[in-house]
């Protein structure tokens, strides 16, 4: 009710320090730009603060900060695996090269085995 009733209100009866006349189309801007300033900017720093405030609050007294730390200490899918010792493309070489030479592949032994 607040926010329809307040541009009207500073319509009928505009601020004393904006000094426009009531009920003009300069009052009806000075009405949405007070309102403006006060839905938003007002409200959105304040909901900001006690958010800043009453959440990490809440969580700390509550213990949710530990059990959700807990929780993902256990989970498997969260830990982190052993790291590979190369990547990139000249690991990849270096492991193709290594597993043609333990099994070369049956066009690499044909190959060979006509030069000879």
Known sequence: MLAVAEPIQHYATPP?????APQTGAAAA???????FHWTLLAA???LAGGLVALPFVVVMLGLA?????????????????RPRRSGLAAAVRAARSY??????PVTRWFHSRRR
Request: aromatic content about 2%; cysteine-free; charged content about 20%.
């Open 30 to 36: 000075t009405a949405m730009q007070y309102t403006l």
């Open 66 to 82: 530990v059990a959700v730390l807990r929780e993902m200490a256990a989970d498997p899918m969260l830990r982190a695996g052993p």
């Open 16 to 20: 004393p320090a904006s000094g426009v």
């Open 100 to 105: 043609e030479e333990e099994d070369p592949a």
């Open 45 to 47: 720093a304040l909901l």
